[in-house]
């Protein structure tokens, strides 16, 4: 079993900045991926990007290319999402989730995410 749990999350403005952090613990030697997605009212559950554990690389979708960017700190188990020049429509609430391949099955809580205009 992997454990996530989500922090970071908050109100923030137009333009503005937040990093949302994702602690995996339990079994984390087995996770091949790790995500980010995102749900707004009303809408279904959104893929943000995507880090492959173990080589590291990452794939964002376009509309927050540029803008959110994903890291990990290997020692803390740790996946980050770096959130930059949010809009309005980032609002939602933001999760992280692992697969060991395959689909995602392993997710965190959720945090939310607030942008004022």
């Known amino acids: 079993q992997v454990q996530l749990v989500e922090s970071g999350g908050g109100l923030v403005q137009a333009g503005g900045s937040l990093r949302l952090s994702c602690a995996a613990s339990?079994?984390?030697?087995?996770?091949?991926?790790m995500g980010w997605f995102r749900q707004a009212p009303g809408k279904v559950r959104e893929f943000v990007g995507d880090m492959y554990w173990s080589a590291g690389s990452t794939y964002s979708v376009d509309s927050v290319k540029g803008r959110f960017t994903i890291s990990r700190d290997n020692a803390k188990n740790t996946i980050y999402l770096q959130m930059n020049s949010l809009k309005p429509e980032d609002t939602a609430v933001y999760y992280c989730?692992?697969?060991?391949?395959?689909?995602?099955?392993?997710w965190g809580q959720g945090t939310q995410v607030t942008v004022s205009s």
């Open positions: 989730a692992a697969t060991r391949g395959g689909p995602y099955t392993y």
């Open positions: 339990g079994r984390t030697s087995s996770i091949y991926k």
